[in-house]
């Protein structure tokens, strides 16, 4: 369960950083950074449904950090 979302959360850093880098290159000209904000919300969508699922389904505890 771990890596699932840890990769998704690399998949969502990778994603703000090409996001970054078109918007310095292309300077407005194109819609790459546009695209890449796109897929950026949705694999963030796409991670906090499959969470919700997880903790539905039991896959996934709460944990307790107090007495």
């Not at 819609?31 to 903790?55: E, P």
Request: hydrophobic letters at 60%; aromatic letters at 12%.
């Amino acid at each position: 369960m771990r890596i699932i979302i840890v990769l998704a959360l690399a998949g969502i850093l990778v994603s703000l950083g090409s996001a970054l880098v078109y918007l310095i290159r292309d300077k407005g000209t194109t819609n790459r950074t546009v695209n890449a904000l796109t897929i950026r919300v949705a694999i963030s969508v796409a991670l906090f449904l499959f969470i919700l699922f997880s903790y539905w389904m039991g896959w996934i505890q709460p944990r307790s950090f107090g007495t």
